[in-house]
């Protein structure tokens, strides 16, 4: 069913949005902004909620039926047969967009060849909304707060390092999984207000805080996965995630052709790949390299590329081992993600032998500080 939404005109800096307990978070907390990349290339997109209030490039109001059907066309953004170049959507609860509700806003342009949507919300409400994207919020309260700190310690480190970009982050593993406030829950919520502004710190600046599912028995250093040494990203001894569901084994068999297609697919000029050999592996068991054999475009590649390429979800980290066997390869391996920083489910099992976040946190990152905000501005 249409609906017809007469619209009053509301500017980014004077939109006020809530949500339960917000009262509880310091004003100056709740000043501090965040812009996701929620939606990218994509021909059409469909935006609907209630009470939406919409504006265009100008900031004129407009009125529109919604569901509203947003295409992208060479000149812009084409809805209801009329042409604009930017369209900003906000709603007193949520935005849906193609039917996963954001609070905050959702600003429409048209960007790589399809309609970039950026969903622009007070860093907190993110926050509440990203916890359970990444973990469970019914694991003990402790590794909540944890993951709390070091999502915000993330996202502002990558607020920094893009404020000139259109957006600070994607909602994908690129950076942090985040799919709206449809999973938010009282839990998550009481992990955000309870480290509320809490980041972690080296040398007094904000550090970059990467974490991964397990690492499946001790985690990396930076170095070995990016080649950056940070002095607190060195790497720690790590049993405790050996338990867990993802810090078991794990087994894939892909063919040889459907390789080729994904190393293709993702800029590697490689063809009639007939193999594939494992290189140098770093002194924690994790390849460094990959060797591609193949009649043209073969050669080494980091285990990250091979990852990055053939799919996280199928090399679920570079502890692995390889055979070929009728132009199939079986891939077998231990852990999940990078191993950089924070192993997720290490800390749940931290936590349930009783230490804090605080302590959680300083074991993954020796040598950190945990601070407020207001501490370091």
């Known amino acids: 069913m249409y609906r017809m939404c007469i619209l009053i005109v509301l500017t980014l800096t004077t939109t006020v949005l809530s949500w339960p307990g917000m009262d509880r ?23 609907t909620g209630d009470g939406l209030l919409v504006t265009d490039e100008t900031g004129s109001p407009l009125a529109m039926l919604f569901p509203a059907k947003v295409k992208a066309v060479k000149d812009g953004l084409l809805v209801e047969g009329k042409l604009f170049r930017r369209l900003l959507f906000s709603a007193p609860s949520a935005v849906y967009v193609n039917n996963k509700p954001y609070r905050g806003l959702a ?22 909304g990203l916890i359970n994207c990444e973990i469970s919020s019914a694991w003990p309260i402790e590794a909540v707060k944890a993951q709390a700190i070091i999502a915000r310690t993330y996202a ?32 998550s919520r009481r992990a955000v207000i309870e480290t509320e502004g809490e980041v972690l710190t080296f040398g007094g600046a904000i550090i970059q805080a990467f974490y991964h599912s397990s690492c499946g028995g001790r985690t990396e250093s930076s170095e070995n996965v990016w080649g950056a040494s940070l002095p607190y990203l060195k790497g720690v ?26 190393l293709r697919g993702t800029g590697h000029k490689v063809s ?29 590649i980091s ?16 502890r692995f081992t390889m055979k070929n066997s009728k132009n199939e390869i079986s891939f077998s391996g231990s852990g999940n993600g990078h191993g950089v920083g924070l192993c997720q489910w290490g800390a749940k099992q931290r936590a349930l032998d009783g230490f804090t976040a605080g302590e959680i946190l300083s074991y993954y990152y020796p040598g950190t500080e945990l601070k407020k905000l207001s501490e370091i501005r």
């Open 25 to 47: 978070i310091n004003a100056a907390v709740l000043d501090e902004t965040i812009r996701i990349a929620i939606v990218k290339s994509a021909p059409e997109v469909t935006v």
């Open 107 to 128: 600003e429409l342009s048209v960007a790589d060849k399809g309609i970039l949507v950026i969903n622009q919300l007070p860093l907190e409400e993110y926050l509440v």
């Open 156 to 187: 502002l480190n990558r607020k920094m390092a893009r404020l000139t970009s259109p957006y600070h982050l994607e909602s994908s593993v690129i950076d942090q999984v985040y799919e709206g406030c449809l999973i938010e829950d009282s839990r």
């Open 237 to 262: 001894e790590c049993q405790y995630c050996l338990t867990s569901p993802t810090g078991t084994t794990w087994e894939y068999k892909l063919s040889l052709k459907d390789i080729e297609e994904r």
């Open 272 to 300: 009639g790949l007939y193999d594939i050999k494992p290189g140098v592996d770093n002194s924690r068991g994790r390849l460094k390299q990959v060797l591609l054999l193949a009649s043209r475009g073969g050669g080494a």
């Open 303 to 318: 285990g990250e590329q091979f990852r990055k390429a053939v799919g996280y979800g199928f090399i679920k980290s570079t």
